[in-house]
């Protein structure tokens, strides 16, 4: 069993005395685990960073063995990540709620677009927070937990969208949400889509998403707990918007 493909790397570790299990996430392999022989060398540490765009072949006697990579650098992300510790964060949530989420060997194409998209952003710091936060809603469609903010649950209203029902995930008007309002998710606008967004908006909006990754994902998942990575990058966000 061969393949050939390019990949995002989600993780490193160390294997033996030399070699390194990695996970990457391919456009038609999906999240796809091997032992990179020498992976652990000096020589190799630089390349085998969380992000790196990476050229994979992977090759197996059994397509249910682990199998065995050789890999080929095509970018380095984490380097370009050191200087903005939000960029940095970020990149390290993304990689480990892909890891988290996924499950092996299943192709998820969009997703993999998206998330190299993504990636490519790391020097673009103002876009860098909502462009994850984006990543985030559509990181929750792909895994079936999508939020419907098309219009009011209670009344259909498009209009004076303002919170989020935590168990359907629907958009909730104010004039809607009556007595319930204390009970709902807040509903920033940079979770419509609209325009550009400071980090405490940003910060809000992923308080929201984040209870439909704990709430129902996780548990979907064997409630496994979400990655703290995440919380650290919340929390960069916070601490720089107060």
Same mark, same amino acid.
């Given at each position: ?5 390019? %990949? ?45 765009? @990476? ?66 952003? @790391? ?7 909502? %462009? ?13 937990? %999508? ?28 004039? %809607? ?43 979907? @998942? ?14 960069? @966000? ?5």
């Amino acid at each position: 069993m061969e393949w050939r493909d390019s %990949g995002i790397l989600l993780s490193a570790r160390p294997h033996g005395e030399s070699s390194a299990i990695v996970e990457v996430f391919t456009e038609t392999q999906g999240r796809h685990a091997g032992v990179v022989r020498g992976g652990a060398s000096r020589r190799m540490a630089p390349v085998l960073q969380p992000g790196a765009q @990476l050229d994979v072949s992977w090759r197996a006697r059994l397509a249910e063995h682990i199998g065995a990579f050789t890999v080929e650098p095509q970018r380095a992300r984490a380097a370009q990540a050191m200087a903005d510790r939000r960029a940095l964060a970020g990149l390290q949530a993304v990689t480990a709620l892909l890891a988290f989420c996924l499950p092996e060997r299943a192709p998820h194409p969009a997703l993999y677009r998206r998330s190299s998209t993504l990636l490519d952003l @790391l020097p673009e710091r103002d876009l860098w927070p909502l %462009g994850y936060l984006r990543w985030e809603l559509a990181l929750l469609s792909e895994m079936g937990f %999508g939020l419907d903010l098309s219009a009011c649950a209670a009344t259909g209203a498009t209009e004076g969208l303002a919170y989020v029902s935590p168990r359907t995930g629907r958009a909730v008007s104010a004039a %809607g949400a009556g007595n319930w309002a204390d009970r709902l998710l807040p509903l920033p606008p940079c979770l419509l889509g609209a325009g550009t967004a400071e980090d405490a908006e940003v910060a809000l909006a992923l308080g929201t998403t984040g209870h439909f990754l704990h709430h129902h994902l996780a548990p979907h @998942l064997g409630d496994r707990p979400v990655p703290e990575a995440r919380r650290r990058f919340i929390e960069l @966000l916070a601490r720089r918007a107060a």
